[in-house]
C-alpha cells in the first residue's frame, strides 16, 4: 500500500516563500517520478513541478524562476520550494507519485492549501 503525506502549506503574504514537502511510504520502485499539482476552486488539477529518480525537473511555465523542486535526502520525498508567491497560487497543491511497470502505477496525497493574501 503506497501512501504519500503532504506538509508546509499555509497562508503566505504575496512576496513571500513557502516550502512543502511529500514524503511516500510502501513498496516504490527505483525509478519513478514524483511532482506537485495544483486545483484551484473553479480550476482543473494542473501540473507545478516534477522530478524524476534520477534528478531531472520539468516545471509549469507559470511557476519558473519562482519555485524549485527537489528530492529529499530521505528516499522517496520530494519538496517545493516556492518563493515570489502570487495570490494566483493560492490552491490545494497536491503530491503525485507514479512509475511504470509495465502500466502507470499513480499515487496522490490529500492535499495541502496553499494561500497567498495580504
Known amino acids: 500500500q503506497v501512501q504519500l503525506v503532504e506538509s508546509g502549506g499555509g497562508l503566505v503574504q504575496p512576496g513571500g516563500s513557502l516550502t512543502l514537502s511529500c514524503a511516500a511510504s510502501g513498496s516504490i520502485p527505483g525509478l519513478n517520478f514524483m511532482g506537485w499539482h495544483r486545483q484551484a476552486p473553479g480550476n482543473e488539477r494542473e501540473l507545478v513541478a516534477l522530478?524524476?529518480?534520477?534528478?531531472?525537473?520539468h516545471y509549469a511555465d507559470f511557476v519558473k524562476g519562482r519555485f524549485t523542486i527537489s528530492r529529499g535526502n530521505a528516499k522517496n520525498t520530494v519538496n517545493l520550494q516556492m518563493n515570489s508567491l502570487k495570490p494566483e497560487d493560492t490552491a490545494v497543491y497536491h503530491c503525485?507519485?507514479?512509475?511504470?511497470?509495465?502500466?502507470?502505477?499513480?499515487?496522490w496525497g490529500q492535499g495541502t492549501q496553499v494561500t497567498v493574501s495580504s
Open positions: 522530478t524524476s529518480s534520477n534528478n531531472g525537473t
Open positions: 503525485n507519485l507514479y512509475w511504470y511497470s509495465p502500466k502507470k502505477y499513480d499515487y
